[in-house]
DNA sequence: TTGTAGGCGTTATCAA
DNA sequence: TTGATAACGCCTACAA
């Protein structure tokens, strides 16, 4: 199974004419080497096609060169950029990257953090709020660099509920401005209320503040949902619509959710925006596509990525300046799907 | 850096009262343990928080419990389902899932797999075509697991012309039946016609036999235009809609190009499907939300990917039976986008 | 069924 | 500036 032809040092310090020492000096760049014999190291070593073994060199320096990324939900496809921030900033500098899906299952966590551990991971970035906060608590103790978005963010000095709050107030007050004085809040479940109930909060506060009633409503839908499911949750939102109190404006908790709900809206035959106005969380191509396009609030979950793996590379001394966290403030895009309110009779 | 007060074997073994040969094999479960001494090692293990060194291990027996994937570039969602497959299925196996994304860039590419060498993964998984097939030769000769989908998926007797041929067909027998005879078939850019060079090719064929007009259209468009990109693309797609022999049907490439385009039809005041048919591959909740929902061909990566992984695995000694791989053939979703050609009063 | 001991490939120490 | 050598933590003949 494993490579065959592949030498090891000591083969291409024969091949060298040096000792093992001179070749691990001369292409580890630690410790003196004459040019002359650099010379020949190199040579030999790119004769023999040789890299050095990283469970040798992990075993011996205790430091694995591999980074943790530890997904929630691997399906979700706001991770992706999250993700490709990552790998993109820690390959640059020399690391690889275990991307490990916890599937919203504690066991499954448990079991990755566990194999993360024992492959001796230099740091580990959660995407989201680990299932067990005192898992990873125990990583933090033995010293290893471990940081998820919102203590990162916190300890930054700029906590998420921070880069939210200006477009969340953009928003409400783009609703007040248009008249609506009810919000139905969408929720897929009860488990997003944790993730993001920082957003929920800031929602509420904004809202109070300018006597706007805000609902939470439950969904309970997947992200794939048959016709049926379909069928359903368009006659719930039609009731909820056109209830004498319903909402005017429909706000979406995530992007996954939005098109399911959009869908369901036109079943229902409810327009945008003359029956209902219509925000969501998440910002795409299709949003914008959309007729009527989409109003979004826009996080970057890459700029947090980045940042987070900057801190974490150069705790571990691979980055030599220190990163000054650069994280955007989430960005209220105003498109068609926010209009004035409906004229609702009452009763 | 380093994880501290985890303990090693010795130490579980002083603990437990037995050698450490013995702890590595209740530990391992290779080779035999007696009830008493398997209790006494296991105990000691939880107490200690123990979990062998997989460097060591690794070193030692010369398998690292590591699968790479090398990604094309993360940034395009059509490899989260990929690359969620292979992780999952890994990770159910005790692998540890290396993540690369080339960048599209061939130094990238070799830099990438230079490090999965040096790390000496057990298998590479590649989620599309390598930049440089060469490099990956060696990887073969040395005796490495390696596949990509389009190999796999030929010598698996089911190559992914034949997955995409039945769909493709149907499409083009869709359209022919509801009276089209020309159509554009839309790309990013010149680049795209590597990677899915053959549904060009079978799309080609059908047309040919169906005497279906085809002809090939570089947007050379970014996945998030400006303004002006999109106004100009909107400029280009109204000229060739409503040249008098322009094609009454457009087919996207992929699925993340579909919602450009579409926002610049909607921009050009192009009516789907009055005045043009309009087909994509890759589906999403988006598709279907949209008004007039899109017709796609989905296709399923994470099948492939399932069985890849599987057939590596089994490869790799980790999958007792050998799997049988479940291609699932790409399904042609025909929705609202799709109708009778327009009249078009020629020159 | 158990323990002893050698070595996997690399790097850091130390003496030359 | 170089080389000999001793670990790093684990696994596995082999001997008991």
Redesign the interface.
């Known amino acids: ?6 030498g090891d040092i000591r083969r291409v310090a024969a091949e060298a004419g040096v000792s093992t020492a001179t070749v691990s000096r001369v292409l580890s760049g630690r410790g003196p080497a004459s040019a002359g014999a650099a010379q020949k190291v190199r040579s030999a070593a790119a004769k023999l ?1 040789y ?6 060199s ?2 011996r320096t ?3 060169m ?1 980074i943790g990324v530890l997904v929630p939900n ?2 979700n ?1 706001v991770f ?2 999250f ?2 921030a990552v ?2 900033m820690a ?1 640059r500098r ?1 690391y ?6 916890t ?1 919203h299952s504690d066991r ?1 966590e448990a ?2 953090l ?7 991971v ?1 740091g580990l970035i959660m995407a989201g709020r680990p299932r067990n906060p005192a898992r990873v608590g ?2 933090r ?5 471990v940081t998820d978005p919102y203590t990162f963010a916190a300890e930054a000095g700029f906590p998420l509920e921070s880069l939210a709050s200006g477009a969340i107030g953009q928003v409400c007050r783009d609703l007040a401005d248009f008249g609506h004085t009810r919000i139905g809040y969408l929720t897929r479940g009860a488990g997003s209320r944790a993730t993001f109930g920082h957003r929920w909060e800031l929602i509420g506060e904004v809202c109070r503040s300018l006597a706007i009633e805000l609902d939470r409503v439950t969904l309970g839908v997947d ?2 949902p048959g016709p049926g499911d379909l069928r359903q949750l368009a006659g719930r939102l039609e009731a909820l619509v056109h209830a004498p109190h319903g909402p005017t404006v429909l706000w979406s908790n995530s992007h ?1 959710l939005a ?2 709900v ?2 369901a809206l ?1 079943l229902a035959h409810i327009d945008l925006p003359g029956d209902c106005s219509f925000v969501t969380f998440g910002d ?3 949003a ?4 009527p ?1 989409i109003s979004v609030i826009e996080s970057d979950m890459s700029a947090v990525a980045e940042a987070m793996t900057a801190a974490l590379l150069h705790r ?2 691979s980055l030599d300046i220190p990163p000054v966290p650069r994280l955007t403030e989430d960005r209220y895009i105003a498109r068609e799907s926010v209009g004035p309110a409906p004229n609702r009779r009452a009763g």
């Open positions: 199974v494993a490579s065959s032809t592949r096609d890299l050095p073994n990283a469970s040798a992990s075993l205790d430091r694995s591999i691997l399906a496809p992706l950029p993700l490709r790998e993109q390959q020399g690889s990257v275990i991307v490990a899906d599937q499954i079991q990755q566990d194999r993360l551990s024992a492959q001796r230099d125990r990583w103790r033995d010293g290893l660099p992200t794939r996954v098109p399911v959009l869908e036109a795409s191509p299709w914008a596509a959309y007729r396009s571990l001394g």
